[in-house]
């Protein structure tokens, strides 16, 4: 008995990890460009909290932006030699698994210098703001990503899918008894 509870509070966690994962579309309407306000990204990050487990989709055009992960030296200084990694094909998913700052870069052109940047701050699940050990890097999709758009959180689509996750997950548990 011992072990069916231990499944299903991790099944509850993985659960309610999958439900709660926000997805943002970086730069909304806008997308990952230069835009004409170079704190743009800044101000469009401001009024979001990203949590382990959201996911960043940068949209942009193949062959005139890409989004380079890099540290807060090459961020501040838009420094493009060296990033972390480099993404060319859109759209550009990545999954947040780690808390603490996070920094990317467009490394075409001025386009950095001209605020085509972001950087965002990761809290736990809970809202904690407990940096990462030993940096940051967040987890990319391999060369085959898709360009299916994920429905956000708040969107009719995403409750029915989560609504339906739910139902799935009750009916296994209810199952093991």
């Given at each position: 008995?011992a072990?069916v509870f231990?499944?299903?509070?991790?099944m509850?966690l993985v659960?309610?990890?999958?439900?709660?994962?926000?997805?943002?579309?970086?730069g909304?309407?806008?997308e990952?460009?230069?835009?004409n306000?170079?704190?743009y990204y800044?101000?469009?990050a401001a009024?979001?909290t990203?949590?382990?487990?959201d996911?960043?989709?940068?949209?942009?055009?193949a062959?005139?932006?890409?989004?380079?992960?890099?540290?807060k030296?090459?961020?501040?200084?838009c420094?493009?030699?060296k990033?972390l990694?480099v993404?060319?094909?859109?759209?550009?998913?990545i999954?947040l698994?780690?808390?603490?700052?996070q920094y990317?870069?467009?490394t075409?052109g001025?386009h950095?210098?001209?605020?085509q940047?972001?950087a965002?701050?990761v809290?736990?699940a809970?809202?904690?703001t407990?940096?990462?050990?030993g940096?940051?890097?967040?987890?990319?999709?391999?060369?085959g990503?898709t360009t299916?758009?994920?429905?956000?959180?708040?969107?009719?689509?995403?409750?029915?899918?989560?609504?339906?996750?739910?139902v799935?997950f009750?009916s296994?548990?209810v199952a093991?008894?």
């Open positions: 008995m072990g231990k499944t299903v509070t991790c509850f659960l309610a990890a999958v439900v709660f994962a926000e997805d943002y579309d970086v909304d309407d806008t990952w460009a230069r835009p306000d170079p704190k800044a101000t469009w009024s979001k990203f949590r382990v487990g996911e960043l989709e940068f949209d942009f055009t062959g005139r932006h890409d989004v380079a992960v890099v540290t030296d090459a961020y501040e200084n420094v493009k030699e990033p990694s993404m060319m094909t859109p759209p550009v998913k999954i698994n780690t808390t603490g700052p990317y870069i467009c075409f001025d950095c210098r001209f605020g940047k972001l965002i701050n809290v736990g809970g809202g904690a407990t940096p990462a050990a940096g940051t890097t967040p987890t990319t999709p391999g060369a990503t299916t758009t994920t429905p956000t959180a708040g969107s009719a689509a995403s409750t029915l899918g989560g609504a339906s996750f739910l799935a009750v296994a548990v093991l008894f």
